[in-house]
Structure formats: C-alpha cells, structure tokens
C-alpha cells in the first residue's frame, strides 16, 4: 500500500506562488506514472500535471500549461508542484495520485493511490 501526503496549500494573492509537496511510503517513484489533479465544489476532479520517471517531460493541460512546472529537483520518493501566476480560477483542492506504470497516465481512474489533499485559494 502506498500513502501519499500532500502539503504547502494556503491562500495567496492571484500572480503569486505556491509550492506543493506530495511525499510518499515507498522508497522510490521509480516504475511509477505520477499526477497532480485538483477539484473545485461542484467540479469534477481534472489533471494538472502527469509524469513518469521514464519519460521526457512531464505532461500539462493548457488550462496550466507556462505556470505549473514538477521541478526536477524532487527525491526519488518525493514530487513537488511549482504553480506560478496562481489565477483565482486554480482555488480547489490538490491531489497526488500514483500508480505503478512506466506509461503517463491522465485520467483519475487510471489511478491506484491519492493523497488527502491540501487547498489552495487564490483572492482575486
């Protein structure tokens, strides 16, 4: 069984940032595709980011795409997600998920292990 914990949610002003962290149980992320969603009240659960350890780059949705980056820097039983230029439009609640697989995943049901999540608020 894999845990993941998610942490750094808070409020912040729109244009500023914030860092999220999702620390795991397993050793390493290795062998696993990764995904950072997010649901907002009354809206289904979408992804803002998805990466494997095998692959490139990682995968952004254009809603996101030039302000939300997974840092390379992450240990191997860590990933983070750096949101940039936060708009009013991101508040929701943010997820990691998880599932062993060396191809990207992009769909919730495609993962296995979630995070509690952690809130992000954006004030216009």
């Known amino acids: 069984q894999v845990q993941l914990v998610e942490s750094g949610g808070g409020l912040v002003q729109a244009g500023g940032s914030l860092r999220l962290s999702c620390a795991s149980s397993?050793?390493?992320?290795?062998?696993?595709?990764l995904g950072w969603f997010r649901q907002a009240p009354g809206k289904e659960r979408e992804l803002v980011a998805a990466i494997t350890w095998s692959a490139a780059s990682p995968y952004y949705p254009d809603s996101v795409k030039g302000r939300f980056t997974i840092p390379r820097d992450n240990a191997e039983h860590t990933v983070a997600l750096q949101m940039n230029n936060l708009k009013p439009e991101d508040t929701a609640v943010y997820y990691c998920a998880a599932v062993r697989s060396y191809d990207m995943k992009k769909h919730p049901a495609d993962y296995a292990y979630w995070g509690q999540g952690t809130q992000v608020t954006v004030s216009s």
């Open positions: 397993v050793r390493t992320f290795v062998g696993y595709s």
